[in-house]
Structures are given as structure tokens and as C-alpha cells.
């Protein structure tokens, strides 16, 4: 019997059993790689290195669909002819240029339009393309175009070519289908894992926009709960917490502090006499005269309807009694239009100093020299009004 078919057959069988191995061995790998940080090109770039390691192809390149378009997406230049012949004719750098063929046009377009490989044994790049011959096109050769499909989607074509004639057997085709398999769910995962991340961009964009709403949101709040509104100035609220820790600080250290009351003098005329439009003026205009008069470190609050209050630290009797003054004359000074007459004011100033031989906390001081200061305030009131009173 002779052996020599036996032999034959068992080396096709082994050479198949071995191309088969460089086919899983390309699928695995393929199917391996990391899709979460890379491009689409980069993707594509790195599967196609992975198909030439294990596939004995020339070239290889792949085209993405845009629309009714096929676009160079990845791959090496057709144009690296392996014949001396061919290496005159000059080369096409697909990297180089904006690549772009029809679908429908070239086989290429044919096989995207038709969803099925398209072989030519003895074709050309122009052929592939779809384009006229030029000396970089006409390269002959092998051509196989293989859809990259995933369910009812096209994703693109991967394009191989090898200058030899008819060199591409089935098992390059099933080898070159089960890549473009993967690589069609490769794309159709990173299509998924991009939207997610576009997602979680814009969710993190809004609770971002949302978080800086709600901090606003807060800070207004706060604001104007600390805040007298019609005067700008700071409330009860923000007074009595800040002033407390002004005389913790005063007590401790031994520092002087004193504390005005001010009450405007018949307040209550202007507003049933010229309206509460005008009260409200007049209280804007006085708290700007405070404002003027104090410092950066005194803490001023308006904390009832014409009733205002500044702690003065590091401020002794004769200091406090002299701002209150000057604080007074200028109320004094005030003078509002109205009609036939201009509406004036007066202010009536208890001035109360902190007292260290005084037993007590913080608060218990602060709510002495809160006494002491509408005493003195009440004094003044009972004397005649537009004055000022040291407690």
C-alpha cells in the first residue's frame, strides 16, 4: 500500500489543526483586551496587530460605517507591495489620507450593503475601493472584505490582502469571520460602556450643578437668617452668638468692651405720620450711619423694629461714650424730604461697659450688659430723648 496519500492527509489535517489553534489563539486575545480606556482607533489598532500575529495575511485594515460611508478606522498601508515590480509603483498610505468609500461601491460597499464576505482572488486595491486604478492601486493580488456584524447592526468592514494570487483558503475565511465577530461585539460593548460613561458624565454634571444649587441655596439661607433684610444689617440670630463670644474673649484676656443701645426717638410718628415707606428709609439711612461710624471688629445688629445694638470690643467707656455721641449728632443731622417738610429723627444711646468683677460666663455677662444698656437707654428717654447715657 502506499503511504503517501496517508502522509498527505495528515499533514493537511495538521496544518489545519494548527491554523485552527492560530485562529482561537487570535480570538482569545482579541477577546481579551481591555475596552474600558482606549479609543476606538487605538481598539482597532491593537485587534488588528493581534490578527496578523496569528494569520499569515499581507495587510489589513478596517473601515467603520458613518452614515451611508465606509471610513478608514485602523490598519497598515496597503501600499507596502511585496513585489519588486510593485514597489515602483509608488504607495497608498491609507493612515495618510481621509479614506472613504461608499457603501454598495467596491467590495468594501458591497460587502457592507450585502452583509456577506466579498473574495477576489485575483483583484486589486483599486478593486477594494472601489476607486480607479493608479500605480498605488493597482497593486493584484488577494482581496478578502468581511462584514463586522453584531444582530442588525454593520458595524464595518475588515478588509485583508496578500499580493499571491488565490491565497486566501476557507480556513482564512472562518478564521477572519470569527474575528470580525468579536470585534463586532467589542464595538457594540464600547458603544455601551461610552453611553454609560456619557451617563454617569452628566449624572455627576447635574448632582455637581445640583450640589452647588443647594450650597447657595444654604448660604442664602444662612444669610438671611442672619440678615435684617431692610437694613442689610445682621439680627438677633447672628448678634447675640458673635457678641457672647466677644466677651468670653474680653473676660478671658481681660479686655475692655462696652456695648450701645440705640433706640430712635418717636419712630412710631413717622411711620403713622409719613407712611412706613419713609420709616423704612429712615431705618436704611441710620444703619448706614452705624456702619460708618464702626469698625471692621464691632459687632452691629439691628434686633428689634428701631432698635439697634453694637458690642465694641477693645473699646473702654470714654471711647464708647464718644462714638455714641458722634453717632448721635449724625441721626440728628438726618433730614428726609417729604412734601411739605422734612421728616428728622433722634436717637437715644444707653452705652454699658463690661464689668470683670462681675461674677458670671459669657452669656450671663452679655445679658448683663444687655440690661445695663437699655437702663442707660431708658434714662436717656426719660431726660428729654437725643442723648447719651453711660450705665
Known amino acids: ?26 480570538v482569545a486575545a482579541v477577546s481579551a483586551m481591555d475596552i474600558r480606556q482606549k479609543d476606538v482607533p487605538s481598539l482597532l489598532g491593537e485587534a488588528l496587530d493581534i490578527l496578523m500575529q496569528h494569520q499569515d495575511l499581507a495587510h489589513s485594515s478596517i473601515f467603520l460605517v458613518e452614515a451611508d460611508t465606509l471610513v478608514f478606522a485602523a ?21 495618510e489620507h481621509d479614506v472613504r468609500v461608499c457603501v454598495g461601491k ?8 450585502t452583509r456577506e464576505p466579498q473574495y477576489e482572488p485575483a483583484g486589486s486595491i483599486a478593486r477594494m475601493l472601489g476607486t480607479r486604478e493608479s500605480p498605488a492601486t493597482a497593486i493584484q493580488g488577494s482581496v478578502l472584505c468581511m462584514p463586522i456584524i453584531t444582530g442588525d447592526t454593520v458595524f464595518g468592514v475588515t478588509a485583508v490582502f496578500h499580493p499571491e494570487k488565490d491565497r486566501f483558503q476557507h480556513g482564512h ?3 477572519l469571520a470569527l474575528f470580525c465577530g468579536v470585534v463586532g461585539h467589542m464595538l457594540a460593548s464600547h458603544q455601551v460602556v ?3 460613561e456619557q451617563a454617569v458624565e452628566h449624572r455627576t454634571r447635574q448632582l455637581a450643578r445640583a450640589l452647588e444649587e443647594a450650597e447657595e441655596l444654604r448660604r442664602r439661607y444662612q444669610e438671611l437668617s442672619t440678615v435684617d433684610e431692610l437694613t442689610g444689617l445682621h439680627n438677633r440670630r447672628f448678634f ?3 457678641a457672647e463670644a466677644a466677651v468670653a474673649r474680653a473676660v478671658r484676656h481681660r479686655q475692655v468692651l462696652c456695648l450701645l443701645v440705640l433706640d430712635l426717638d418717636h419712630f412710631k410718628r413717622i411711620n403713622d405720620s409719613f407712611g412706613h415707606a419713609a420709616g423704612d428709609e429712615v431705618l436704611r439711612d ?10 471692621e471688629g464691632d459687632i452691629l445688629a439691628r434686633t428689634g423694629g428701631e432698635e439697634f445694638v453694637v458690642a465694641l470690643p477693645h473699646t473702654s467707656d470714654s471711647g464708647a461714650r464718644s462714638l455714641a ?36 460666663n459669657a452669656r450671663q455677662h452679655l445679658e448683663r450688659l444687655m440690661r445695663h444698656g437699655d437702663q442707660a437707654m431708658y434714662c436717656c428717654k426719660r431726660d428729654g430723648r437725643n442723648r447719651v447715657a453711660v450705665y
Request: net charge positive; glycine share 10%.
Open 1 to 26: 500500500m502506499n503511504p503517501a496519500p496517508f502522509l498527505k492527509a495528515a499533514n493537511d489535517m495538521g496544518g489545519r489543526f494548527l491554523g485552527l489553534l492560530d485562529t482561537l489563539s487570535a
Open 325 to 360: 455721641e458722634r453717632v448721635r449728632i449724625h441721626i440728628q443731622d438726618l433730614a428726609w424730604p417729604h412734601v411739605s417738610q422734612n421728616i428728622r429723627v433722634s436717637a437715644s444711646i444707653g452705652v454699658a461697659c463690661l464689668d470683670h468683677a462681675a461674677e458670671g
Open 106 to 113: 467596491g467590495l468594501l460597499g458591497i460587502a457592507a450593503s
Open 75 to 95: 490598519g497598515a498601508d496597503f501600499a507596502r507591495p511585496r513585489t519588486p515590480a510593485a514597489e515602483q509603483s509608488g504607495e497608498l498610505r491609507l493612515a
Open 173 to 175: 475565511h472562518h478564521a
Open 286 to 295: 441710620v444703619a448706614g450711619v452705624l456702619r460708618q461710624h464702626t469698625r
Open 194 to 196: 461610552k453611553r454609560m
Open 240 to 242: 447675640f452668638p458673635e
